[in-house]
């Protein structure tokens, strides 16, 4: 069976007449295998797989005020502030979803949004965002339409945070995530991401990820812009190709819990991804050299320790530092010891494996 959009588009809803709120937490995600390049619509061009994060949140209040007009309306605070930056991606957000959720066009909304991650790491918090506004507009939804199942309502939540950031479709659920269809995923979608349905190896519970905070500057070039970039790019195709057969890969290594190959397979994906950045046209770099230096130093311990530690990147210079938790002692040691030099202010967050949203 194939799922098309207007299977999630809400017709049948009633209006509230006082007003209320929810609040729901949403993590982070770390992609293994990544996704770079898109179509219309927030069609990824490859299908990807992450780890979602446990202790990387964003926690979003939604207040809900019914409105005579119609239409889209809303007030946005970050930590009880106004945050008038936000504004912008919050608003393509209403508009992209409002098809699907006409019922948001009755209400005022008021969000409130504040992260666990500290405010200054500079991390990216557009996928947990994202992820926990959804949340909380499929709440909503519960309250105001027929009932629909569990699995219907999860895999909304996560087709409209993929309207407002792609990756943030992967972080409504857990532990693993696959979002994009690909003939190794049954029931893959392009529309939202599906929880990966396969047997996991138990090296795999509890996988930790330590993020170095390698630069907390804006970036150069926004993920939005590189995505744009894999339009007419000379490798594109045979990248997209690459990412369905890491992905039939990964399947294989998370179920025999190959480490090997595992780590072969992330820092492979992890250095193409920022290969198609610097071969794109025009091209560019996130790496800094402290990013260079934390590879080195992680591959020169590898080797000495026979640990099985190895990095993944995403679109920009911060290192994600992956390993089994049965090695956390000796990792988070050489991190503290030998990697948060190479950190701004020397931080650097200790994270694992999670499993989505939660309702506060
Ligand atoms: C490199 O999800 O931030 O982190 O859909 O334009 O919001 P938009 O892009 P975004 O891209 C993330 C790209 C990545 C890889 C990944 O998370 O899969």
Same mark, same amino acid.
């Given at each position: 069976?194939?799922?098309?959009?207007?299977?999630?588009?809400?017709?049948?809803?009633?209006?509230?007449?006082?007003?209320?709120?929810?609040?729901?937490?949403?993590?982070?995600?770390?992609?293994?295998?990544?996704?770079?390049?898109?179509?219309?619509?927030?069609?990824?061009?490859?299908?990807?797989?992450?780890?979602?994060?446990?202790?990387?949140?964003?926690?979003?209040?939604?207040?809900?005020?019914?409105?005579?007009?119609?239409?889209?309306?809303?007030?946005?605070?970050?930590?009880?502030?106004?945050?008038?930056?936000?504004?912008?991606?919050?608003?393509?957000?209403?508009?992209?979803?409002?098809?699907?959720?006409?019922?948001?066009?009755?209400?005022?909304?008021?969000?409130?949004?504040?992260?666990?991650?500290?405010?200054?790491?500079?991390?990216?918090?557009?996928?947990?965002? #994202?992820?926990?506004?959804?949340?909380?507009?499929?709440?909503?939804?519960? #309250?105001?339409?027929?009932?629909?199942?569990?699995?219907?309502?999860?895999?909304?939540?996560?087709?409209?945070?993929?309207?407002?950031?792609?990756?943030?479709?992967?972080?409504?659920?857990?532990?693993?995530?696959?979002?994009?269809?690909?003939?190794?995923?049954?029931?893959?979608?392009?529309?939202?991401?599906?929880?990966?349905?396969?047997?996991?190896?138990?090296?795999?519970?509890?996988?930790?990820?330590?993020?170095?905070?390698?630069?907390?500057?804006?970036?150069?070039?926004?993920?939005?812009?590189?995505?744009?970039?894999?339009?007419?790019?000379?490798?594109?195709?045979?990248?997209?190709?690459?990412?369905?057969?890491?992905?039939?890969?990964?399947?294989?290594?998370?179920?025999?819990?190959?480490?090997?190959?595992?780590?072969?397979?992330?820092?492979?994906?992890?250095?193409?991804?920022?290969? #198609?950045?610097?071969?794109?046209?025009?091209?560019?770099?996130?790496?800094?050299?402290?990013?260079?230096?934390?590879?080195?130093?992680?591959?020169?311990?590898?080797?000495?320790?026979?640990?099985?530690?190895?990095?993944?990147?995403?679109?920009?210079?911060?290192?994600?530092?992956?390993?089994?938790?049965?090695?956390?002692?000796?990792?988070?040691?050489?991190?503290?010891?030998?990697?948060?030099?190479?950190?701004?202010?020397?931080?650097?967050?200790?994270?694992?494996?999670?499993?989505?949203?939660?309702?506060?």
């Amino acid at each position: 069976m194939t799922t098309t959009l207007n299977t999630y588009k809400t017709t049948d809803f009633k209006k509230l007449e006082t007003k209320g709120s929810f609040t729901y937490s949403a993590p982070s995600n770390i992609a293994l295998v990544k996704y770079w390049g898109k179509k219309e619509n927030q069609i990824p061009a490859n299908p990807s797989l992450s780890f979602t994060l446990n202790h990387c949140k964003t926690i979003t209040t939604l207040q809900f005020e019914p409105k005579s007009e119609k239409g889209i309306s809303f007030d946005l605070l970050f930590e009880g502030q106004p945050k008038e930056s936000f504004r912008p991606k919050i608003q393509k957000y209403f508009e992209r979803i409002q098809d699907l959720c006409p019922y948001i066009l009755d209400y005022h909304f008021t969000i409130n949004t504040k992260n666990t991650f500290p405010h200054s790491s500079g991390i990216a918090s557009s996928a947990s965002g #994202m992820a926990a506004l959804s949340a909380n507009i499929i709440a909503l939804e519960k #309250m105001i339409s027929t009932d629909k199942k569990e699995a219907y309502y999860n895999e909304k939540a996560s087709l409209l945070a993929r309207l407002g950031s792609g990756s943030a479709c992967r972080s409504i659920k857990g532990n693993i995530v696959v979002w994009g269809e690909t003939e190794s995923i049954e029931n893959s979608s392009d529309l939202f991401g599906v929880e990966f349905p396969y047997e996991v190896h138990s090296i795999f519970e509890n996988y930790q990820d330590t993020i170095l905070l390698v630069d907390k500057g804006e970036k150069q070039v926004s993920s939005t812009v590189g995505h744009e970039l894999m339009h007419n790019h000379p490798f594109a195709q045979q990248r997209f190709e690459q990412a369905h057969e890491n992905i039939e890969q990964l399947k294989a290594i998370l179920k025999s819990g190959d480490l090997e190959q595992f780590m072969a397979l992330v820092e492979s994906e992890a250095l193409t991804l920022h290969a #198609m950045m610097m071969t794109s046209m025009p091209y560019f770099i996130l790496m800094k050299p402290n990013t260079l230096e934390i590879i080195q130093q992680l591959w020169k311990f590898r080797q000495e320790t026979k640990i099985p530690v190895c990095f993944t990147l995403d679109a920009g210079a911060n290192v994600h530092i992956l390993y089994p938790e049965k090695y956390k002692k000796e990792v988070q040691d050489f991190i503290e010891n030998q990697l948060s030099v190479y950190c701004q202010n020397g931080q650097f967050i200790n994270d694992e494996m999670g499993f989505g949203i939660m309702e506060l």
